[in-house]
């Protein structure tokens, strides 16, 4: 059993930049593949970007390619997602999720992920 916990989310002006957290309970984490995901209001959950176990195979959606940066510290059992030139089509829900079933494929359909944060708000002002 893996439990989530998101943090770092908040209010930012077009432009500007927040880190997200996900900190794991369980000492199993290093073995997961772990992804973010975002909700926004009446709109389906999509896949922002995944990480395998050991941080060498990271995936991105299209929409936050080369503003988003996903990494993990398997030692602190967290996971981070730096979300620069942010965009207030990004203002979401973020969640983070564990994969249990993988190490090295990163999936992007949300119903691969066993384990779910309860998520974090990230609001972008125009």
């Known amino acids: 059993q893996v439990q989530l916990v998101e943090s770092g989310g908040g209010l930012v002006q077009a432009g500007g930049s927040l880190r997200l957290s996900c900190a794991a309970s369980?000492?199993?984490?290093?073995?997961?593949?772990m992804g973010w995901f975002r909700q926004a209001p009446g709109k389906e959950r999509e896949f922002v970007g995944g990480i395998s176990w050991s941080g060498d195979g990271i995936y991105y959606a299209e929409s936050v390619k080369g503003r988003f940066t996903i990494s993990r510290d398997n030692a602190k059992n967290t996971m981070y997602l730096q979300m620069n030139s942010l965009k207030p089509e990004d203002t979401a829900v973020y969640y983070c999720a564990a994969d249990r079933d993988h190490r090295t494929i990163v999936a992007v359909l949300s119903h691969e992920y066993e384990y779910w944060g309860q998520g974090t708000q990230v609001t972008v002002s125009s």
């Open positions: 369980g000492r199993t984490f290093s073995s997961y593949v």
